[in-house]
Nanobody
Framework: QVQPEESGGGLVQAGGSLKLSCSTT????????AGWFRQAPGKEREFVAA????????EYADSVKGRFIISRDNADNRVYLQMNSLKPDDTAVYYC?????????????????WGHGTQVTVSS
């Protein structure tokens, strides 16, 4: 199994950028679909972005399309989420997740392994 671990969260002003990173312990991340989800206080966990094991396929939530970019470096065993033009509504705990295999990339139930999350706070 894999154990995802997120890093790169923090406090940023609206309009700014952050880059989240997800690495894993255990098995190589390269065989797994990877996803980013987020959960704001009082709200359910929601899909943000996902990438296939080889990087050929990506999916994004409508709310982040055009602002966020998911990528991966299998040689380095990492998945990234570049977040640009951040808004206060992007404030949440961001979670990295891994699935093997996965068909519905935006469904949390497809993912077997989850990190503990990293806080992203966007100030207005």
């Amino acid at each position: 199994q894999v154990q995802p671990e997120e890093s790169g969260g923090g406090l940023v002003q609206a309009g700014g950028s952050l880059k989240l990173s997800c690495s894993t312990t255990g098995r190589t991340f390269a065989r797994y679909t990877a996803g980013w989800f987020r959960q704001a206080p009082g709200k359910e966990r929601e899909f943000v972005a996902a990438i296939s094991w080889n990087g050929d396929t990506t999916e994004y939530a409508d709310s982040v399309k055009g602002r966020f970019i998911i990528s991966r470096d299998n040689a380095d065993n990492r998945v990234y989420l570049q977040m640009n033009s951040l808004k206060p509504d992007d404030t949440a705990v961001y979670y990295c997740a891994a699935a093997f295999p996965a068909s519905d990339y935006d469904e949390p139930g497809e993912y077997h392994y989850w990190g503990h999350g990293t806080q992203v706070t966007v100030s207005s």
